[in-house]
């Protein structure tokens, strides 16, 4: 048994990281789930939901079918995320529920994702939730077999985490949700460290897939009939830093827009990463889409610092200006912190004047929750819940009046559209168009994987509505 280890995880390495490519199932393994069907609970981010895809396909070779229903599953997995701590709060009440349930059948449970990287957790999953068959880790899902095999024979709990160095296993397989459009990993982990977040610990340290791997696999999507990829990393900007080749974030964005993929998107951005080199790439290829994710966190150059995010106000606003003006039309979004230790109204503030300055399309906006073992867990917080609440509302006020103001300009205009899948509207499929916006186009399913300019005819703050004008 291995045990996840956080003040390892401090002590981070440059060693190689080792490609592999051994996963392979054993006889045994390939029929273990014959006759059962299983249930992949996703929280959290893209990552998450890109690794359950992973995790789905396994299951799939193992002979297990899909359940679209959690309590009719003979196996769940619950894959978790560590980032706040409502997001613990929700992976907790389920586990409840899922317990209750057990009682009247016999289901195998498995607990995977970042949660299960943090010691409490594992702990609290011995101790507490005995029951639990099994939990694996974010850097051994090709482990999932063999764990699955020793809980279903032993019959008592097994847990295989590993610390923060990994490896990269490039060959496990995918059962991607979406028919047109695909995720695509570029790197594994974070370096970054920012004093608030959970991710370095969890995800452990970077590592940036090889660049012949990526371009291989997003060719195998444009075979296939993919219209989209979206490159995945923490913090893509920095890819490549840590592979000793003169190879940047810039090279690979060209070389993917080069196979010929209709759309090419990526995320996340970290400003501190974001050069010229890649903002010019970005304007030059109408395939890369006008759409960047650029964190703010806060507009204060003092908690950026305290943060640890590397850049003051000035730097960002700049890097704003920079991009607006090299890509036309590009629509912006962000995330942002309130209430971080030592933020004062006038700190607040400075996030208010940011936001009034870039004017972005949406942003996801959260109250700081300390994380255990980050430094900002230990940092005085004089705030109280109600004037973080305060906070949070006036900011989405603020954004939420953005949002819609931008989206009215694309009102009577003609944009393209990605139809990807059925509307809840009646009649209707829903797309994005290339700038990320959400869109209900009156149409029937022969249009489902193509791109279609429609005229917007009416506009909300989150969505909107249009009509097919002419095939592309
Ligand atoms: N790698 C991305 C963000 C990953 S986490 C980046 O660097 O931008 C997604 C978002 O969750 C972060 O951008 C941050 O706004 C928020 N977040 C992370 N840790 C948090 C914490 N402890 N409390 C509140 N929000 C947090
Ligand atoms: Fe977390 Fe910062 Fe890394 Fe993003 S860049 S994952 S916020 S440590
Ligand atoms: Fe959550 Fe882990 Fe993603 S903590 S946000 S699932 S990297």
Redesign the pocket.
Known sequence: MQLPDMKEARHRTKTEVLVKNDYVLTEEEKVLGVGKTYFVKTYG?QMNEHDSENIRAILEQMGYKPSTDIEDADLVILNTCA??ENAHNKVFGLLGRIKHARQSKNVMVGFCGCMAQEEVVVDAIMHKYKWIDFVFGTHNIQSLPSILEKATKTNTQQIEVLSCEGEIQENIPVKRDNKYKAWVNIMYG?D?F?T????PYTRGKQRSRLPKDIVCEVESLVKDGYKEVTLLG??VNAYGKDLNIDYTMANLLEDVAKTGIERVRFV???PWDFNDEMIDIIAKYDNIMPYIHL?L?SGSSKILKLMGRRYTKEQYLELVNNLKTKIPNCSLTT???VGFPGETQEDFEETLEVVNVCKYDSA?T??????EG?P?AKMEDNISLEEKENRLYELNELINKYSKENNDKYLNKIVPVLLEDYSSKNSSLKGYTDTMKLVNVKADSSYLGKIVNVKITSVKTWSMDGEIVELQ
């Open positions: 981010c980032i706040r974070c970054k920012c608030y977040c959970i991710v923490q913090n996340t951005s970290h964190p966190q995330d942002i912190i996801f959260f109250i700081f929750s300390p994380r980050t900002a």
